[in-house]
Structure formats: C-alpha cells, structure tokens
T-cell receptor, first 112, second 112 residues
Framework: GQSLEQPSEVTAVEGAIVQINCTYQTSGFYGLSWYQQHDGGAPTFLSYNGLDGLEETGRFSSFLSRSDSYGYLLLQELQMKDSASYFCAEGSPGAGSYQLTFGKGTKLSVIP | DAGVTQSPTHLIKTRGQQVTLRCSPKSGHDTVSWYQQALGQGPQFIFQYYEEEERQRGNFPDRFSGHQFPNYSSELNVNALLLGDSALYLC???????????FGPGTRLTVT
C-alpha cells in the first residue's frame, strides 16, 4: 500500500521561504505530485517529480529523492495568498488507470 | 474554457438514503476520478472512469458506485448512507491517464 507523511501545520512570514516535506512508504513508487487547496476550494496541481532532482515552476519548486523516499515543496517569496493546504500525492498507474494517493496535507499560514 | 463542474454544491441526506452526485469534466478531458475528502484530511481515491468503464477502485465498499456517460460526464452513487459518509466529494478530470488532474469544487454531503 501507499503511505505519505507530511507535517500538519507550518507557519511562515510573508516574503520568506518555506519548505514542506513529504516522506513516503509505497510499493511500486512512480512519482510525487503536489497540490494546493485553499479553504473551501478545489485542489489545484502545482508540480510533479517523476525523476530525482529539482523541478522549478515560478516561485514554487519541488524536489524528489527516491533513495531517501523523500520529497519537498519549496515556496519562495511567500505571499498572503499562499496560505492554503498543500498535499503531496503519489501516482499509481494500474491496468488502464491512474490513481492518486494523497497525504493528509500541510496547512500553511503566511503571516505579515 | 469551462473547468470541472459538480452538482449539487451542498446536500443533506438522512442515514439509509441514497444520493447521486454529478460531474462534468473539463472541456476536452475524457477521464474522471472521484475522491472523498473528510474534514482535515487529504482526498481519498474512490474510483476512476475511462472509456465509460471503471478502471480502478480504491478501498471503498460496493455501496459506492458510478457511471460515465458517452459525453464523459460522470455520476457517483452512494447507497445506504452512513453518518461516516459525510464529506466533500471531489471529481477530477484529465485527458487520458496522466499525472495532472483538474479538480472540481466538490459536493459537500452531510448525512444526519
């Protein structure tokens, strides 16, 4: 089965950098995705790491290390609008399907 | 470009009743997945539909069933509702079986 662990809450100051970690224990790991969800909103896709290393998309970067079963999401130049829950998710391709398994999420609070 | 739409937005049902939730995928998408999100938790995969067939199913009982129509829209049916079925039900669509999924705003189901 799949299990993803991430901190439940993180607080950071506007303009700063914050890192949200995700460790996983899965059988047949394929890759790690990150989703953002504002309160009352829909999850939105941020990034995906299929290979080890860093992926950068604007202010957001995501990193994966398969040998350490570990990944993180890095948010730079934090803005108040970044206050949201962030989920790591592992994708499991099956026979003609693709299932996402999510962690419990990290609630990020950005303070002035 | 219409995103993923879901109806209704909110629903209150009594224990033992049956409910049907509806989802229209993002324009051009052909794959629909359903997730259940309890308060403070990450989304949990229910099942995925592609080419009008259920392709993969998560750890949910047979009370949860679904359907995909030729226009790629989908329904989620839950029979014999339990109090524990109270949650946000999210629909996600994609073009094929890929990593990036687009989520709808969800249907908030309350079972009393």
């Amino acid at each position: 089965g799949q299990s993803l662990e991430q901190p439940s809450e993180v607080t950071a100051v506007e303009g700063a950098i914050v890192q949200i970690n995700c460790t996983y224990q899965t059988s047949g790991f394929y890759g790690l995705s990150w989703y953002q969800q504002h309160d009352g909103g829909a999850p939105t896709f941020l990034s995906y790491n299929g290979l080890d290393g860093l992926e950068e998309t604007g202010r957001f970067s995501s990193f994966l290390s398969r040998s350490d079963s570990y990944g993180y999401l890095l948010l730079q130049e934090l803005q108040m609008k970044d206050s949201a829950s962030y989920f790591c998710a592992e994708g499991s391709p099956g026979a003609g399907s693709y299932q996402l398994t999510f962690g419990k999420g990290t609630k990020l609070s950005v303070i002035p | 470009d219409a995103g993923v739409t879901q109806s209704p937005t909110h629903l209150i049902k009594t224990r033992g009743q049956q409910v049907t939730l509806r989802c229209s995928p993002k324009s051009g998408h052909d794959t629909v997945s359903w997730y259940q999100q309890a308060l403070g938790q990450g989304p949990q995969f229910i099942f995925q539909y592609y080419e009008e067939e259920e392709r993969q199913r998560g750890n949910f009982p047979d009370r949860f069933s679904g359907h995909q129509f030729p226009n790629y829209s989908s329904e989620l049916n839950v029979n014999a509702l339990l109090l524990g079925d109270s949650a946000l039900y999210l629909c996600a669509s994609s073009l094929g079986l890929v990593v990036e999924q687009y989520f709808g705003p969800g249907t908030r189901l309350t079972v009393t």
